[in-house]
């Protein structure tokens, strides 16, 4: 099965600075990578995914870059902002099951 | 978008009875749902697999004699935690997809589950 690695799992940075979170996975399957912002207690929201046939992908403040060969995808948060701390997570998808990253809990001093 | 739901939202129960979480997708037909488990600051593991009409498929170590889903319906997935311990206490959060976009999954807002 698929396997997703992920780090930090802790990131610390100051206000306006950015933040980067790498993810690897191991099933050349995987087709679909989408990354989820968790806040405490609830539900993961989706922030921005990527497909195979991409190398990346922006939207405004958060971009995504894949390496397919390389089999690793990461998230990048530019202008950081103290809304952004949460818990991140990565994932990997043929479209069957999704398997998570280990997750990256951001804090985003002012 | 697509919504889905959770009940309960928080659940205290006595070590040893038995626990149904229900998952509704409120304006689609999921055609799969997913169980999820969550400990505090870890990630989501996922527990099984749950296809409308059909048996779920338990990842591994996933006990399926104790942790019984049920998806009677395209629009209800049910998990019941049996006899259960304070171990078991948790955050559950179930995720749809629905058919023609399997790639989107729509997560419930998770149950807390503590094991007295």
């Known amino acids: 099965g698929e396997n997703v690695e992920q780090h930090p799992s802790t990131l610390s940075v100051q206000e306006g600075d950015s933040a980067v979170i790498k993810c690897t996975y191991s099933d050349s399957a995987s087709n679909y990578f989408p990354w989820y912002k968790q806040e405490l207690g609830k539900r993961p929201q989706l922030i921005i995914d990527i497909r195979s046939n991409v190398g990346e992908k922006k939207d405004q403040r958060i971009a995504v870059t894949l390496n397919k060969t390389a089999k690793h995808f990461s998230l990048h948060i530019t202008e950081t902002q103290p809304e952004d701390s949460a818990v991140y997570f990565c994932a990997a998808t043929n479209g069957n099951q999704f398997y998570f990253g280990t997750g990256t809990s951001l804090t985003v001093i002012p | 978008g697509a919504v889905v739901s959770q009940h309960p939202s928080r659940v205290i129960c006595k070590s040893g009875t038995s626990v149904k979480i229900e998952c509704r997708s409120l304006d689609f037909q999921a055609t799969t749902m997913f169980w999820y488990r969550q400990f505090p600051k870890q990630s989501l593991m996922l527990m099984a697999t749950?296809?409308?009409?059909?048996?779920?498929?338990?990842e591994q170590g996933v006990e399926k004699d104790k942790f019984l889903i049920n998806h009677a319906s395209l629009t209800l997935s049910t998990l019941t935690v049996t006899s259960a311990h304070p171990e078991d206490s948790s955050f559950y959060i179930c995720?749809?997809?629905?058919?023609?976009?399997?790639?989107?999954?729509?997560f419930g807002p998770g149950t807390r589950l503590t094991v007295t």
């Open positions: 995720s749809a997809t629905f058919r023609g976009r399997t790639y989107e999954q729509y």
């Open positions: 749950s296809n409308e009409g059909s048996k779920a498929t338990y």
